[in-house]
């Protein structure tokens, strides 16, 4: 949101931007590792510069209020690109209502343990919805559900470093171990724990001792094999890690931008394995992928974007949209990064269909004839309201590891 602020009047990409980030380390550092300083000067000196850091965004944001529109050549209001995408006022409220409402349907799944399902991808996609919100653990309505959920998944992890609860070990442990480990850094970012930090650590040191040679990932920690949708899922988790501090190896990255390249096709469009034909999913996934890792000039993306416009919006599985949750997942950000043209088409209509689709309670369902079915998805409707939650606070900009 300070962000957002600052481009109102052309701060980002600026010095002041710059030094603003090198003052937010600073105060990450403090707070992180306070507990390590002994000596009274030293605590001083940090609590120096944690009020320096306030006062600088105080000033900021007197200036980004006071700062009027400056009307373009037409004499309209200009506004930033990345303001009119995160602060859509035509329709954010309808978009926070229906999110909120999804968060409490959410809160009332979750069980005693702390669980919302016996499996952890769908655990991990419930506490990214409230993250991406802007719910942060400790505090605030959530700060319980946040808390017990955090809890469940970091008694799962194995003695391997794999979060996955006994009695789904078998069920794509990687595709739990992924999206554990992302939730579980954006929650460290959030709120340093060192016992969430020790088993940051395994779960990302796991996940980079099981890469396949040519990059990629698959199912299980031990297969050696590799497909694209796996393989995507654990670079976004090793881009929470990164950012949140845990080192993750330049080589590891390298490798698999490596993999997701050769998985593109002619056309645009991304296979399931390298070799294969294309789907919305994988064109989808492989886009958002490259442009999560900073390859925004990638020769690759303008191709896959312009594929995945061509793939109808609806309630369904047109175009071969046979994940449809998954798709829109990933295709809502790959349209957020790509920004301009591509979000100003794609935005709208995805919102309006989802926002059409909410049930009165607050959840989602299945699309008729999604291959996402209770089977797969859960026993309950918490995979398909957390993923349509997540593809609506795209708007609200709150997950670091999904920012531009």
């Known amino acids: 949101m300070l962000r957002h602020r600052l481009d109102q009047f052309g701060i980002v990409n600026s010095t002041a931007w710059e030094i603003l980030r090198l003052w937010y380390h600073i105060l990450k550092f403090c707070t992180v590792r306070m507990n390590k300083l002994t000596t009274l000067p030293d605590i001083l000196f940090a609590a120096a510069r944690i009020a ?19 009307p373009d ?125 020790e088993k940051l650590r395994k779960a990302v040191d796991l996940i980079v001792s099981c890469q396949a040679d040519n990059g990629g990932w698959r199912y299980h920690s031990s297969a050696g094999d590799h497909d694209l949708s796996v393989t995507v899922m654990q670079i976004v988790a090793l881009r929470a890690a990164n950012n949140a501090e ?34 919305p999913q994988m064109s989808a996934a492989g886009t958002v992928s490259l442009q999560l890792l900073g390859y925004f000039d990638d020769p690759t993306i303008p191709p896959a974007l312009k594929h995945l416009s061509g793939i109808p919006v609806a309630w369904g599985t047109d175009g071969g949209v046979s994940h ?35 049930n009165p309670n607050g959840s989602w369902d299945n699309v008729p004839g999604g291959a996402e079915n209770a089977g797969l998805a859960g026993v309950n409707n918490v995979y398909w309201t957390s993923m349509a939650s997540l593809v609506l606070e795209v708007y609200m900009h709150f997950l670091p590891a999904y920012q531009r």
């Open 52 to 70: 320096v850091f306030f006062s600088v965004l105080g000033a900021i944001e007197v200036a980004a209020q006071a700062t009027p529109e400056v």
């Open 73 to 197: 050549a037409q004499g309209a209001p200009a506004k930033a690109a990345t303001a009119e995408i995160l602060s859509d006022t035509r329709h954010i409220e309808r978009v926070r209502a229906a999110v909120d409402k999804a968060l409490a349907y959410l809160a009332n799944q979750q069980r005693d343990d702390g669980a919302f399902d016996g499996n952890n991808a769908p655990n991990a996609m419930a506490l990214l919805a409230f993250m991406g919100r802007g719910h942060v653990p400790g505090r605030g309505p959530y700060a319980d559900v946040l808390e017990k959920g955090k809890r469940f998944i970091l008694r799962s992890q194995n003695d391997a470093g794999v979060f996955v609860p006994e009695r789904t070990a078998s069920s794509g442990p990687m595709y739990q171990q992924a999206l554990a480990t992302l939730a579980m850094a954006e929650m460290y970012g959030m709120d340093p724990d060192p016992e969430l930090e």
């Open 246 to 279: 845990i080192g993750v190896p330049e080589s590891t990255i390298e490798k698999a931008v490596a993999y997701v390249r050769s998985s593109n096709i002619g056309g645009g469009g991304y296979s399931y394995q390298p070799g294969g034909g294309p789907s």
């Open 324 to 358: 449809f949750y998954y798709f829109h997942y990933y295709a809502m950000q790959a349209n957020y990064q790509a920004g301009g043209a591509y979000w100003a088409d794609w935005h709208p209509r995805v919102r309006e269909l989802f926002l059409e689709n909410q």
